[in-house]
């Protein structure tokens, strides 16, 4: 866990290359881009993902950093309309260049229009959804408590709510990679959850296409689960390529992401006090 700089209210990275990233970002501010995850980053994971909300102290910091840099995107599973509302993105003061990837970059909600600009849904995913139910009966009682959540352009099947989450998780994980390879589509793992999505959707294909679009010279982007590793390959490939960044894991619970990190951070609510830190540093700038 990365400790504070006594001389600021900022922590300090654990790497030298998330020191550059940092100093980057703080240096040339109008040329940075800020990119986080939504579920367990700017959110508390929570047994219902439709109870899912932004931390209280989420959108107060993203709206006082949001006009120092040189935009601010929130890169996540979930439809990009449902991230909006759950986040309570949509009229926040100084949100109003805030970029919304939903579906791992397949959608995008602009602020400044409040539109969400969307493909057709994938075949894949209808064919999926209407085998499901009966995947899920011959798993039998391995799988009960397991439930989907249909995002639209993917499927997601959740295990928190079964009797052992991760017991269950384990055993849907064959059935459910046999399913989406019939259809096309892959399987992505997370924290107790298996989403059933097209592939050549990623977090790092959709964080790399933005950071060009915008012709940032750094990027902070922070994650908490291993949707989240292609988004970190993303800015590593970046750094070769002259892009200063610094990687923010939020919790600890995934090692694959922790142990890449340049800062580990406890959760969301200290998600939110690093981007309202850094705002206030930004502010105060001569």
Do not use: N
């Not at 249909?150 to 295990?159: I, L, N, P, Q």
Request: proline share 9%; hydrophobic share 45%; with cysteine.
């Amino acid at each position: 866990m990365a400790t504070p700089d006594p001389l600021s209210p900022l922590p300090t990275p654990s790497t030298q290359a998330g020191r550059d990233g940092l100093a980057a970002l703080l240096a040339r501010p109008g040329r940075a881009v800020v990119a986080l995850d939504f579920d367990g980053t700017l959110a508390d994971i929570v047994p219902d993902p439709e109870r899912s909300r932004a931390h209280p102290r989420a959108v107060p910091a993203l709206s006082a950093l949001a006009p120092q840099v040189a935009s601010v995107a929130v890169i996540t599973g979930r439809p990009a309309d449902v991230a909006v509302r759950f986040g309570g993105f949509a009229g926040a003061p100084g949100l109003d260049h805030l970029v919304v990837l939903g579906h791992y970059g397949a959608e995008r909600w602009d602020a400044a229009t409040d539109t969400v600009h969307a493909p057709a849904p994938s075949p894949g995913v209808e064919g999926v959804r209407a085998e499901l139910p009966a995947v899920l009966a011959r798993a039998g009682g391995d799988a009960e408590g397991a439930w989907t959540e249909d995002k639209g352009h993917a499927v997601a099947v959740h295990t928190r709510r079964a009797a052992d989450p991760q017991a269950a998780f384990e055993s849907l994980r064959g059935p459910l990679a046999d399913l989406a390879g019939r259809h096309g589509l892959i399987v992505e793992p997370g924290r107790l959850v298996l989403e059933l999505r097209p592939p050549g959707m990623d977090k790092g294909v959709a964080l790399t296409a933005y950071v060009r679009e915008v012709g940032a010279e750094s990027v902070l982007y922070a994650g908490d689960d291993l949707g989240d590793l292609a988004a970190y390959a993303a800015v590593d490939a970046l750094r070769a390529q002259g892009v200063a960044g610094l990687l923010v894991c939020s919790g600890s619970e995934v090692p694959e992401l922790a142990d890449r990190a340049d800062l580990v951070l406890p959760g969301p609510e200290a998600v939110a006090d690093l981007l309202a830190a850094l705002g206030h540093h930004l502010a105060d700038r001569p």
